[in-house]
């Protein structure tokens, strides 16, 4: 039986999600949705889907059997309140919403209603997958530090830019980073409990004007994050840095070993516009060299999206729950936390203070 996709919100992203729902067996978008007519044109002819203008025409005409919200991040409350009505299953792209209250309000609405599965997609990326296998296979020990670098092109065009101010998108800590701020709870295995920040505004957007404003989003930051149990990660975020020969890293040091997961941006941002391999890489102090293992991808997958085949293999397991009535590998709860991080390093960005987490529900 095919799984048939709804998808709410049809640019950029939502074609990402399109061609990756394509590659799976059993599987297609068959409806999509979204006011802007040339993005909304381009997907359904990418999908061979229906489309509508309107969310709500969709929900009332489609007999979907899961939904995919990739929709501007301010609008994400609001749609989730007419989707949650259908009960079927939800792929809601990050951030789950711009605002730690508004996560906590869809974590209500949800409650016994439809599973939410958060598109924390860098957890499912290849050498960062291998890197968390290692780590639950104890190969660098007990994990104390994670350390996340990344180096990269400044934010995209997006229709009506609507990606160049906080007040839509929750801030660049929220709506970039929150892939992050998941990876390091999922990574150390407990909550944040402290959040400090420095970060600016300095180089990207600076002469675009909308209506006479500026854009208000950060393009560079350091974020250093306080776990339970005296555990710590550090996120070195640059967006103006197009040259860089990874464009992620993700290193983790534990009390054994040293690894690390090296990903490259996406082709079409690369020099010669080709694919390339990442690595995982384990350092030991017993070991004079480093162990480096090149992560193949399949080219299909790669070609797929920008996230180096994360998106696929995360529609791969969401597939499989829907499949099984299953739950969600990344729920509410996770999303929440997310943007409660990055919500935080905003605001320590603003005040020059640290933000105390503890007593967070």
Same mark, same amino acid.
């Given at each position: 039986?095919?799984?048939?996709?709804?998808?709410?919100?049809?640019?950029?992203?939502?074609?990402?999600?399109?061609?990756?729902?394509?590659?799976l067996?059993?599987?297609?978008?068959?409806?999509?949705?979204? *006011?802007?007519?040339?993005?909304?044109?381009?997907?359904?002819?990418?999908?061979?889907?229906?489309?509508? *203008?309107?969310?709500?025409?969709?929900?009332? $005409?489609?007999?979907?059997?899961?939904?995919?919200?990739?929709?501007?991040?301010?609008?994400? &409350?609001?749609?989730?309140?007419?989707?949650?009505?259908?009960?079927?299953?939800?792929?809601?792209?990050?951030?789950? $919403?711009?605002?730690?209250?508004?996560? $906590?309000?869809?974590?209500?609405?949800?409650?016994?209603?439809?599973?939410?599965?958060?598109?924390?997609?860098?957890?499912?990326?290849?050498?960062?997958?291998?890197?968390?296998d290692?780590?639950?296979?104890?190969?660098?020990?007990?994990?104390?530090?994670?350390?996340?670098?990344?180096?990269?092109? *400044?934010?995209l065009?997006?229709?009506?830019?609507?990606?160049?101010?906080?007040?839509?998108?929750?801030?660049t &800590?929220?709506?970039?980073?929150?892939h992050?701020?998941?990876?390091?709870?999922?990574?150390?295995?407990?909550?944040?409990?402290?959040?400090?920040?420095?970060?600016?505004?300095?180089?990207?957007h600076?002469?675009e004007?909308?209506?006479?404003?500026?854009?208000?989003?950060?393009?560079?930051?350091?974020?250093?994050?306080?776990?339970?149990?005296?555990?710590? $990660?550090?996120?070195?975020?640059?967006?103006?840095?197009?040259?860089?020969?990874?464009?992620?890293?993700?290193?983790?040091?534990?009390?054994?070993?040293?690894?690390?997961?090296?990903?490259?941006?996406?082709?079409?941002?690369?020099?010669?516009?080709?694919?390339?391999h990442?690595?995982?890489?384990?350092?030991?102090?017993?070991?004079?060299? *480093?162990?480096?293992?090149?992560?193949?991808?399949?080219?299909?997958?790669?070609?797929?999206?920008?996230?180096?085949?994360?998106?696929?293999?995360?529609?791969?397991?969401?597939?499989?729950?829907?499949?099984?009535?299953?739950?969600?590998?990344?729920?509410?709860?996770?999303?929440?936390?997310?943007?409660?991080?990055?919500?935080?390093?905003?605001?320590?960005?603003?005040?020059?203070?640290?933000?105390?987490?503890?007593?967070?529900p």
């Open positions: 039986m095919t799984i048939r996709y709804g998808l709410i919100g049809a640019g950029m992203m939502g074609q990402e999600h399109i061609r990756n729902v394509a590659l067996d059993g599987a297609a978008v068959t409806a999509v949705a979204d *006011p802007d007519a040339g993005m909304r044109a381009g997907a359904a002819e990418l999908a061979g889907a229906r489309a509508y *203008p309107d969310h709500r025409a969709l929900l009332d $005409a489609e007999s979907c059997d899961a939904f995919v919200l990739a929709a501007p991040n301010d609008l994400h &409350l609001p749609l989730m309140r007419d989707m949650l009505e259908a009960g079927k299953p939800i792929l809601c792209e990050k951030p789950l $919403a711009t605002s730690a209250a508004d996560c $906590a309000e869809i974590m209500r609405l949800a409650e016994r209603r439809a599973p939410v599965w958060v598109a924390m997609e860098y957890r499912y990326m290849p050498p960062v997958a291998r890197l968390i290692a780590l639950r296979d104890g190969v660098a020990g007990t994990p104390r530090m994670v350390g996340i670098r990344e180096h990269r092109f *400044p934010f065009d997006k229709v009506d830019d609507w990606n160049r101010f906080n007040a839509r998108t929750g801030g &800590l929220v709506e970039k980073c929150c992050f701020f998941d990876l390091m709870r999922h990574i150390l295995g407990r909550d944040p409990v402290r959040v400090y920040a420095t970060g600016g505004a300095d180089v990207n600076r002469a004007r909308y209506d006479g404003r500026v854009p208000d989003i950060l393009d560079n930051a350091f974020v250093c994050v306080d776990f339970e149990g005296g555990t710590r $990660a550090m996120l070195d975020l640059c967006m103006f840095a197009e040259g860089a020969e990874w464009q992620e890293k993700v290193s983790v040091a534990g009390d054994v070993a040293r690894l690390e997961a090296r990903v490259p941006g996406p082709a079409r941002f690369s020099p010669d516009g080709q694919e390339r990442s690595e995982f890489v384990i350092e030991t102090r017993a070991e004079k060299r *480093p162990r480096r293992e090149i992560v193949e991808v399949d080219e299909r997958i790669l070609r797929a999206g920008d996230h180096h085949g994360s998106t696929f293999y995360q529609h791969e397991r969401f597939l499989s729950m829907v499949r099984n009535c299953g739950t969600p590998e990344v729920g509410l709860t996770d999303g929440y936390w997310s943007v409660l991080v990055g919500e935080a390093a905003e605001a320590s960005v603003r005040s020059g203070e640290a933000v105390d987490l503890r007593g967070a």
